[in-house]
T-cell receptor
Framework: KAGVTQTPRYLIKTRGQQVTLSCSPI?????VSWYQQTPGQGLQFLFE???????NKGNFPGRFSGRQFSNSRSEMNVSTLELGDSALYLC????????????FGPGTRLTVT | DAKTTQPPSMDCAEGRAANLPCNHS???????VYWYRQIHSQGPQYIIH???NNETNEMASLIITEDRKSSTLILPHATLRDTAVYYC????????????FGTGTRLQVTL
């Protein structure tokens, strides 16, 4: 079974631009969560989508948004990029229902200059 | 979510057992203890979880104290590939889809 895939793996953007990151979950998984990892703040939960609906949301500004498609693939968007948005963005998927395991992708390394 | 406290770093000789402690003194009755690890430049990997009883799987064992205020992750025979940051998380679960990661313990396995 293929793992969680994220594209692109690396991205360089300029302040003020916007960016869209993509995540394909493990086949059959309906929950997709997004995390931001920075050296200063560590791993922080952004939001979770389940069956195309945002089910949980972390404490991030509205510039961070996401969506999920009917095939469970998910995208996250960051608008008006700031230098502090430079981070590793991780996507994780889990099966529907009562589950304890999240499967993480390799991440997208975003650098904002 | 209960806050967890872990030592920032630990060393372990290859082939020996690595015992990683975690304090979660404010854990509530419906919160599970999860362990994940993150090998450099990779996404975190699930290791094990437990509620009250000790648990064992092919990767590790989890020992939870009777009062549930602390736990220990045991890697029985550490190898160089176990060098990683280990995260202990205490969280209510129905979906395990929203995890609160702390700073973790950086385990260095040496020859």
């Amino acid at each position: 079974k293929a793992g969680v895939t994220q594209t692109p793996r690396y991205l360089i953007k300029t302040r003020g631009q916007q960016v869209t990151l993509s995540c394909s979950p493990i086949s059959g998984h309906r929950s997709v969560s997004w995390y931001q990892q920075t050296p200063g703040q560590g791993l922080q939960f952004l939001f979770e989508y389940f069956s195309e609906t945002q089910r949980n949301k972390g404490n991030f500004p509205g510039r961070f948004s996401g969506r999920q498609f009917s095939n469970s693939r998910s995208e996250m968007n960051v608008s008006t990029l700031e230098l502090g948005d430079s981070a590793l963005y991780l996507c994780a998927s889990s099966a529907a229902g009562f589950t304890y395991e999240q499967y993480f992708g390799p991440g997208t390394r975003l650098t904002v200059t | 979510d209960a806050k967890t406290t872990q030592p920032p770093s630990m060393d372990c000789a290859e082939g020996r057992a690595a015992n990683l402690p975690c304090n979660h003194s404010t854990i509530s009755g419906n919160e599970y203890v999860y362990w994940y690890r993150q090998i450099h430049s990779q996404g975190p990997q699930y290791i094990i979880h437990g509620l009250k009883n000790n648990e064992t799987n092919e990767m590790a064992s989890l020992i939870i104290t009777e009062d549930r205020k602390s736990s220990t992750l045991i890697l029985p025979h550490a190898t160089l590939r176990d060098t990683a940051v280990y995260y202990c998380i205490a969280d209510y679960t129905g979906t395990a889809s929203k995890l609160t990661f702390g700073t973790g313990t950086r385990l260095q396995v040496t020859l």
